[in-house]
């Protein structure tokens, strides 16, 4: 058993955008694919979970993006867990492209039991998880995410079938595509996100729509974006978002 676990990815047609770069939510795909692989080798992947009435939910995540690749080109993923911090497993990754580090990432996991839907402490495990305690690809923690006042209601998002995961909810992935959504293409033509601190706060589910609103804060010059459920006002997720010039 590794403590690292490394994948590589050659980026198709669906990995891109409409100027052949990685699109950052191919990016948190990719992360999942390997983080959930690697977790199976050190035996605690889905399978294992599933078999103990526990499952694994993403909380945090805060991610770099130094570069973006292209169509054709080939990416690495290589993640750790890092330790634990109260109820979260930490874990890192640090993603590739012609051995240049182009990401850097960390994240929070929460392990969930299935009958009481309540978080377990990760000692649950017994010792299962084999860390590299001195070894991070962003040294932060995530915290918490702040609203803003100067919020707009940006759209609406229908959940439906391919929105769903194993979980029987939305899947991450499909949280950080809102927040990419919620720019228009002139932005992209001019800047590229950089960094995306996203926390994912509320199980949403089949048939649930979403409204999008977005806002800027002035002083961190980022963009803050949330999901809020149209019936029940409750929050899906808090974003912070900082673009930078195209490259």
């Known amino acids: 058993m590794s403590k690292i676990g490394t994948e590589s990815y050659r980026l198709g047609t669906y990995?891109?955008?409409?100027?052949?770069?990685?699109?950052?939510s191919t990016i948190f795909n990719y992360m999942q694919e390997c983080a959930i692989n690697h977790a199976h080798s050190q035996s605690y992947g889905v399978k294992e979970m599933t078999e103990e009435g526990l499952f694994w939910i993403l909380s945090r995540a805060y991610i770099d993006v130094l570069e973006y690749p292209k169509l054709g080109d080939?990416?690495?993923?290589?993640?750790?867990?890092?330790?634990?911090?109260?109820?979260?497993?930490?874990?890192?990754?640090?993603?590739?492209s012609s051995d240049r580090v182009i990401a850097n990432v960390t994240t929070n996991w929460v392990i969930v039991d299935w009958k009481k839907m309540r978080p377990q402490r990760p000692k649950i495990l017994n010792g299962t998880i084999d860390n590299l305690e001195d070894e991070y690809a962003v040294k932060e923690v995530p915290g918490k995410i702040f609203d803003v006042d100067n919020k707009e209601h940006?759209?609406?998002?229908?959940?439906?079938?391919?929105?769903?995961?194993?979980?029987?909810?939305?899947?991450?992935?499909?949280?950080?595509?809102?927040?990419l959504d919620s720019f228009c293409e002139d932005y992209?033509?001019?800047?590229?996100?950089q960094i995306l601190h996203i926390n994912f706060l509320n199980q949403c589910k089949y048939g649930q729509t979403i409204e999008l609103h977005k806002g800027y804060n002035k002083e961190t010059d980022n963009y803050y974006v949330e999901g809020v459920d149209k019936d029940s006002r409750k929050k899906y997720f808090q974003a912070l978002i900082k673009w930078t010039d195209k490259k």
């Not at 992209?188 to 996100?193: A, D, G, H, I």
């Open 154 to 179: 940006v759209f609406d998002k229908n959940i439906s079938y391919c929105d769903i995961d194993i979980n029987h909810h939305v899947n991450n992935v499909r949280y950080v595509e809102m927040v």
């Open 188 to 193: 992209y033509l001019n800047k590229q996100p």
């Open 15 to 24: 990995a891109v955008d409409f100027e052949n770069r990685i699109k950052m």
């Open 74 to 96: 080939t990416i690495t993923v290589k993640t750790w867990t890092k330790g634990t911090d109260k109820i979260f497993v930490l874990r890192d990754f640090k993603v590739y």
